[in-house]
């Protein structure tokens, strides 16, 4: 299992993380920001648990992350 | 003249006004050249803005000069009714969709220095959007005076119908790239300059090695993409003669004393000007004053166009002097005229000077005159220590105390 876990309101809306994993992300046309799909928020931290395979393009995303809000950890 | 402050936080915004800005400028969200700044504004911060800039007769400029991509034009059209709905003065912008969308919605459009205006036919394009226009920042004065005089003679105005009005930076940081135009922190981390997220990484020395044999450049300077600031208050005069209508501060990251002591010191030097009493003695006051905040050193740009470059000598500011944190605000008797606060690290003595900065409260500075302590007269309050101290201005829970000290 791996946890992604997105700070999305410090997000500046650069498209990395979609460009890098377009399934696990998405930019919201609400407020131009990054969206992490299937997550749920708690204080402010957006979590989703994925399957392994999802490991090396997130954490391509995260290495990516100009501002640094994405965190991949394997569980 | 118009003066124009930056304002990156509340303490900031509220320096500016009490530092006499004539109007303010500033980011919300991400699509702002400080976007990466941990202290910015948010959407719901506008009103509160413009409430107290209105307030203070202060004019509100909110700045959305990045560069845009699709997935972003529906928060341009947020921040732009939003803008309009608190009431903003105007938006500052640089890309076509922002001044477009701006001009459809009919929200006044400021033309951005990262658009680069070089000359007075790109003046005449943009005069179709905007009324106020920020000059490249590598102009000489002798070019922004012709483009000045050129927009009289040929009367080329704006969508209100007055005449174009010309804006350059008076004062702050300048950086090695065109306009802010540039791709080294973009990339060497990712992290686009012209997204609001430069991790300013030309700040830092390098050495120059030439691969193919091995020699070592020598450059008598190691930060050699490190510009020093720019500083016009010796040639304010030169400045004004140009004709331009705003001057700009620079420094939206910077603290609020910036903010508070250079507003001050450009307010003052700006009166001066206009009412003759600018002379070589106020310049020296004036420069000691700047000296004391953030400053990577100072030079005149290219304003005077003799010099290629100077670049900072050191990391950081050379600021001469700087604040260390002590104490938190707690409650202010209105009556007696006292402040009390709590002591969170250090001491703090009679006699030491010191500076107070809050939302609200903005910037202090001040002399401790007199210290109480369990209601006992004491010259030291010490960390833990909850302490009163007569004080003019009102004190909040949200202030913090500063002593300033040599650096």
């Known amino acids: 299992m791996v946890v992604i876990t997105h700070q999305r309101e410090k997000c500046i809306g650069c498209y990395y993380c979609v460009e ?11 407020d131009g920001k990054s969206t992490l799909i299937g997550a749920e928020e708690n204080r402010g931290f957006h979590t989703v648990r994925v399957s392994d395979d999802e490991y090396e393009v997130n954490m391509r995303a995260a290495q990516s992350c100009p501002v640094k809000i994405i965190n991949v950890k394997k569980v | 003249m118009e003066l124009m402050a930056p304002a990156g936080s509340f303490e900031a915004l509220q320096a500016a006004i009490q530092s006499g800005a004539d109007s303010v400028y500033f980011g919300v969200e991400q699509l702002n050249m400080r976007a990466k700044s941990s202290i910015n504004f948010t959407l719901n911060d506008l ?3 413009a409430r107290r800039c209105n307030e203070a007769n202060v004019r509100t400029y909110l700045t959305m000069n990045t560069i845009v991509y699709d997935h972003d034009l529906s928060i341009i059209k947020t921040l732009t009714n939003k803008a309009k709905e608190a009431g903003i003065t105007a938006i500052i912008a640089s890309d076509q969709a922002v001044i477009n969308y701006g001009k459809t919605a009919g929200v006044e459009i400021h033309i951005s220095t990262q658009v680069n205006v070089t000359n ?3 003046v005449k394009f943009y005069a179709n959007f905007s009324d106020v226009m920020v000059l490249s920042r590598e102009l000489t004065l002798r070019q922004v005076k012709k483009i000045v005089d050129g927009i009289k003679k040929e009367n080329i105005t704006g969508p209100s119908g007055r005449l174009v009005q010309v804006e350059i930076f008076g004062h702050g940081a300048l950086c090695m790239a065109v306009s802010g135009k540039c791709y080294l922190s973009l990339h060497t981390h990712n992290s686009s300059a012209n997204r609001g997220a430069c991790i ?3 700040r830092r020395t390098y050495t120059v090695i030439d691969k193919e044999e091995g020699y070592e450049l020598d450059i008598d300077n190691e930060y050699i993409m490190s510009p020093k600031d720019l500083c016009t208050i010796d040639f304010l005069d030169q400045v004004m003669a140009t004709g331009i209508s705003v001057l700009k501060i620079e420094g939206r990251g910077r603290a609020p004393e910036y903010v ?32 004391k905040v953030y400053n990577r050193g100072f030079w005149s740009g290219y304003y005077l166009g003799q010099k290629i470059g100077e670049w900072s000598k050191k990391h950081g500011s050379q600021a001469t002097e700087k604040k260390v944190y002590l104490a938190k605000g707690m409650h202010y008797f209105p009556q007696p005229k006292v402040g009390q606060f709590r002591m969170e690290a250090l001491k703090l003595s009679v006699g030491d000077q010191i500076l107070i900065t809050g939302p609200t409260t903005g910037v202090v500075y001040t002399e401790v005159k007199e210290l109480m302590v369990n209601d ?5 309050a010490s960390k833990g220590d909850d302490f009163t101290m007569p004080i003019d201005q009102i004190i909040r829970p949200s202030d913090k105390l500063y002593k300033i000290v040599a650096s």
């Open chain 2, 260 to 291: 508070y002591t250079t507003v001050q010191v450009y307010r003052e030097a700006i009166d001066s000007v206009l009412d003759g009493t600018y002379s070589e003695k106020k310049v020296a006051d004036w420069m000691a004053r700047l000296d």
């Open chain 2, 47 to 49: 009103p509160e803005i």
């Open chain 2, 120 to 122: 007075l036919e790109t």
């Open chain 2, 200 to 202: 300013q990484n030309c």
């Open chain 2, 376 to 380: 006992k007269k004491v010259s030291q």
């Open chain 1, 20 to 30: 890098l994993s377009h399934g696990r992300w998405r930019m919201s046309k609400k």
